[in-house]
Every structure is written in C-alpha cells, then in structure tokens.
C-alpha cells in the first residue's frame, strides 16, 4: 500500500493511477520529485542534488528516521570546546569561535553531492563583508550565507545556495539557531570594530540591522520597539 503524490489517499501496490483523482502513481524504480525543492530525483538517491535534503529509500520524500529538530540531518560530532555556538543545517554546518566562523559538511558527506568543497571552511571575522539570512517557507529551505571580500553572493535563492560553499542550508526548525547565530556574529564584528577604533559601537548602524531584522519578520514588533527606544536614546 503507497499514497498518492498528489490526494495523499491511499493506493493499493498493483495500481498505477490514483482512484480519487486520477493522478499517476509513480513505481519505486521511476523518478520522483524532492518534497522541498521540486527538483526531480532518482528512486536510489539518498539526497537531492539540488538543496541537499535527505530522501526516503523510495526516493520521494524525507527520510523518516531523520531526526527533524535538527533539520533532517544526522547529528554531528560534538563541538569543539572553544566553540561559541554551533548552528545545524541541512546540508552542513556553522560552528562560530570568537574569531571566526567554520563550514563543515564532512559528517554527512553533503560535499560530494553538491559539489561542494570537501572538509572544512574557516573564515575568519573580519573578512566577512556581509551575512544574509533567508527564513525557510513552507516548499523551501532557508540559508544563510557569507560574503567576504572577492566572492560572489548568489542571487538566485535556495537553489543556488545549496551548491555554495558559503551558504548552508536549514529547515524551519532550525530557524532560530541561525538568528542567533547571524546575531552573534554581528556582536563579535561590533566588538571588534570597537575596540580597533577606540570608540563605542554606532548606535545608527544598530538601529540599521534591527529594523532589517524587523522586515524579515525576525524580530516581533514588540522586540524592534524596544531595541528602537534603546537605540534612540543613545543618539
């Protein structure tokens, strides 16, 4: 017994079309399509090569003995003990020190399916130009990604992302980690950029980065209000 791609009724192994709506029921040895990216995938993938996401052995949906609080990837290693923060993807993941970030897929052997680079990326802070987040939606991933100077950030979305080796992808569970975790690194930049000039951080440039985090619907209006007032009266 399967169901069908398109109802979700039940369909008994022998049929070939779906008796509620008509749909073709694709066999286990035909393609299928990924359940997060549409891209169309073969019945012995394990992942799709397009975002990353780990498929079910009949090559059409999740895996089911993927854990999904850390976005459907196996659970890594334990973080090295001069990490700061460590932020799970689907395809890979972004362990944060004091003075730089790491990219490591390894553990789950993502590099080679995307065609990423192998082992580890380590970019230090002060090379970061840029961190951009994009929030996961209901068909796709979300990423973040990492500019830094003479690269060039991908402008097509999560497809693009997920073959960028500056780019790891996450599920919507893993949402908050990657806030965090974009948080912290503008913390440790602030920091830094503070204690190279002398001078306190810019409360403009602050008030910048929260009303941007307020238009991607990061933060609640209650939390930009607050974090507003605070900026303003130090201006």
Not at 113 to 134: F, M
């Amino acid at each position: 017994m399967t169901r069908c791609p398109s109802c979700g009724a039940a369909v008994g192994d022998d049929f070939s079309f779906c008796e509620q709506c008509g749909s073709e029921i694709p066999s286990q040895d035909q393609d299928s399509t990924c359940p997060s990216c549409d891209a169309t995938v073969r019945a012995d993938d394990q992942f799709c090569e397009s975002c990353g996401t780990e498929l079910s052995q009949n090559g059409g949906g999740p895996n089911p003995t993927s854990s999904s609080s850390n976005g459907g990837r196996s659970a890594s290693s334990h973080a090295p003990d001069d990490a700061l923060l460590v932020a799970e993807g689907s395809n890979g993941q972004v362990i944060l020190f004091e003075t730089k970030i790491r990219i490591s897929r390894d553990d789950i052997g993502l590099h080679k399916i995307n065609h990423l680079g192998s082992g580890d990326k380590e970019i230090r802070l002060e090379n970061i130009t840029s961190v951009q987040l994009k929030k996961p939606s209901t068909l796709t991933k979300g990423y973040i990604q990492f500019g830094q100077s003479g690269y060039s950030e991908s402008d097509d979305g999560t497809l693009d992302a997920a073959s960028d080796e500056n780019s790891v992808l996450f599920a919507k569970d893993s949402l908050a980690q990657f806030v965090e975790l974009r948080s912290e690194i503008e913390r440790l930049r602030n920091q830094d950029q503070s204690s190279s000039s002398g001078g306190g951080t810019d409360p403009t440039e602050q008030l910048k980065n929260i009303t941007e985090l307020h238009e991607q619907g990061i933060l609640t209006d209650e939390e930009f209000e607050e974090k507003k007032q605070s900026l303003l009266d130090e201006i």
